[in-house]
């Protein structure tokens, strides 16, 4: 389980653009050719850079995106689940709360996973 969030994702944009379309010593075609002049410019974005700025480079924001699998969203921050199969689970804060609250809320939601005693306490109010 990893924590990402977009700054990570601008961070290393430039390293991944590198690492997509720079293959035996010579850059793909992508883009009209444009492959190695994105990357120039991604390389010199400012630690500042927005998700907009990297937007504007490539022009779409597939490279920035944090979408979560349960809602949907682009969120700025998830976190991410690795399957052994190679697939992956991102989730945002409020599906993993959503999903800590249904969890609590079963009758098996005490911290060991074992059933509460909520049923035997209530037995015990209904003999007073
Ligand atoms: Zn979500």
Redesign the pocket.
């Known amino acids: 389980m990893t924590v990402t969030t977009k700054r990570d994702l601008i961070a290393q944009v430039a390293a991944q653009w590198h690492a997509q379309y720079y293959r035996n010593g010579e850059w793909k075609p992508v883009l009209d050719d444009a492959s190695e002049r994105i990357y120039e410019q991604l390389r010199h974005l400012p630690e500042s850079a927005r998700e907009a700025d990297v937007t504007a480079i490539i022009s779409n924001d597939a490279w920035t995106t944090i979408r979560?699998t349960?809602?949907d969203?682009n969120?700025g921050v998830a976190v991410v689940f690795a399957g052994g199969d190679k697939t992956t689970l991102t989730?945002?804060a409020?599906?993993l709360r959503t999903a800590l609250f249904r969890l609590e809320d079963s009758e098996y939601g005490d911290p060991t996973g074992h059933p509460t005693n909520s049923m035997t306490e209530r037995k015990d109010a209904q003999h007073d």
């Open positions: 979560c349960e809602c969203r969120v989730l945002c409020q599906c």
